[in-house]
């Protein structure tokens, strides 16, 4: 039980620690978030070791934090 709490609650806080103003601090949380994301989909999916959901999550994470710019705090009109 205790496993599953943790797995669940890890996405959630690398999602809410993930922030970033340069390209890299952007694309360094974007691959940390999508690491978390990614091992505890490959340990709830299955047959795709929890590894191989990580690799995927990095990378997939780390390319839209680097492709994804700051908010500049300026509402549109």
Do not use: Y
Not at 5 to 15: E, N, R
Not at 63 to 72: F, H, K, L, N, R
């Amino acid at each position: 039980m205790a496993k599953r709490v943790l797995i669940l609650l890890l996405p959630a806080a690398m999602t809410l620690a993930g922030c970033g103003d340069t390209w890299g601090e952007r694309a360094a949380t974007g691959g940390a978030i999508g690491l978390g994301a990614g091992v505890v989909a490959g340990a709830l999916i299955g047959g795709l070791p929890i590894w191989g959901g990580a690799l995927i999550g990095t990378a997939a994470g780390a390319a839209i934090g680097a492709v994804t710019t700051p908010d500049s705090g300026v509402t549109p009109r």
